[in-house]
Structures are given as C-alpha cells and as structure tokens.
T-cell receptor, first 117, second 119 residues
Framework: AQKVTQAQTEISVVEKEDVTLDCVYE???????LFWYKQPPSGELVFLIR??????QNEISGRYSWNFQKSTSSFNFTITASQVVDSAVYFC??????????????FGKGTMLLVSP | GAGVSQSPSNKVTEKGKDVELRCDPI?????LYWYRQRLGQGLEFLIY????????KSGLPSDRFSAERTGESVSTLTIQRTQQEDSAVYLC?????????????????FGAGTRLSVL
C-alpha cells in the first residue's frame, strides 16, 4: 500500500526566512510519481510540481526547490526567502504508474505554513 | 470555464437529509475524481470517472455515497441520509485522459471544493 507522511503539522516562519517542508513516502511500485500541491485559504489545490521515480534531479523554480532522494524515500520542498503569500497548506502526494490507465493520488496530511511579516 | 468549478461552495444540512454536490471539470478533461478532505487531514479518494468506462468506486465509504457523470462533463456526488461524520470538504479534480499520453494525464487540477456541514 502507498503512504505519504508529512511529519510537520504546522510551521511558522518570519518573512524572508527559508523553510523546508518534509515528505516521506512508501510504495512497492518501481515506477511512481510524486507531487506537491498548495492549498491557500481559498481552498483550491494548486499544482506545483510532479516528478517521476526515474528522475532524481533536483528542480528549482524561482523561490521553490525540490530535493528528491530515492535512497531515503523523500521528496522535500524548500521555499527560499518566504513571503506572506506563501502561507498555505502544502500537500505531498504519490501516484502509481499508469498501467491501470489512471492515477489515484495518495496524499499526506499536509503541512500548514504560516509566514508572518 | 478556465478551471474546475464546484457548487455550492458551502452547504449546511441536517442529519438524515440528502445532499447533491456538483462538479464542472475543465473543458476537454475526460478524467474526473472526487476526494474528501476532513478537518486537518489529507485528501481521501472517493471515486473516479474516465470517459464512458465504468467508474472506479473503490473509495466510496458507504452505500450512502454515489456519483454520476454525464458523458465527459458535469458530475454529481450524492450523499443520502447524511451523518455528522460526513462533514468535510469535498473536492473534485479533473485531468486529461489516456489518449493525451501518460505524462499529461496524471496531473489533476482541483476545484475549490464544497464545504459540507451536517448538523
């Protein structure tokens, strides 16, 4: 069975601090996909990134960066120079390979990030 | 529309009543998913539709829950005889289907959800 663990329930930082959100996953699949979604107070989940299990290259997008390490089954998310607008709940999710033709996402419980001015 | 649209945004109902939640997927998206998000929890998969294929209902928590989808458009999630434990945010997502290729189809785009409160 697949499982995603986000051990940090809530993180509070002051603007301009860097912050890392942890994600650890479990799966028996050799091919899988990892995702991060952002859920602002409006409620709509916003897609941030998808990585497949064969690509361990770290990725940077502006102030966001992701560190994927298969050896530790982790897919951590770092926000550099955080801003108040980054305040949201962040979800890490896992999906199996596409053999079945679709992918149900298994979500972690989310980490609430509060960035204060 | 540009994104996934859900209605109503909020629904308050009395225990024992039936409720219907609506989802309008992104135009052209053949796959549609329903999830439930309880307070402080992650999202739980409920049901999946892909085109005209039989839906995957494996996540529905009880026979009080059902969902329908008309073709490749609107979907309705129905909860009969609501219970207090049904209180949650119900989120709908859509994605491209199999014909569009593997990489494209497994990114799900979500609506803002319907917050259901059962008194």
């Amino acid at each position: 069975a697949q499982k995603v663990t986000q051990a940090q329930t809530e993180i509070s930082v002051v603007e301009k601090e860097d912050v890392t959100l942890d994600c650890v996953y479990e799966t028996r699949d050799t091919t899988y996909y990892l995702f991060w979604y952002k859920q602002p107070p409006s409620g709509e989940l916003v897609f941030l990134i998808r990585r497949n299990s064969f690509d361990e290259q770290n990725e940077i997008s502006g102030r966001y960066s992701w560190n994927f390490q298969k050896s530790t089954s982790s897919f951590n998310f770092t926000i550099t120079a955080s801003q108040v607008v980054d305040s949201a709940v962040y979800f890490c999710a896992l999906s199996e390979a596409m053999n079945s033709g679709y992918s149900t996402l298994t979500f972690g419980k989310g980490t609430m990030l509060l960035v204060s001015p | 529309g540009a994104g996934v649209s859900q209605s109503p945004s909020n629904k308050v109902t009395e225990k024992g009543k039936d409720v219907e939640l609506r989802c309008d997927p992104i135009s052209g998206h053949t796959a549609l998913y329903w999830y439930r998000q309880r307070l402080g929890q992650g999202l739980e998969f409920l049901i999946y539709f892909q085109g005209n294929s039989a839906p995957d209902k494996s996540g529905l928590p009880s026979d009080r829950f059902s969902a329908e989808r008309t073709g490749e458009s609107v979907s309705t999630l129905t909860i009969q005889r609501t219970q207090q434990e049904d209180s949650a945010v119900y989120l709908c997502a859509s994605s491209l289907g199999a014909a569009e290729g593997i990489l494209a189809k497994n990114i799900q785009y979500f609506g803002a959800g319907t917050r259901l409160s059962v008194l």
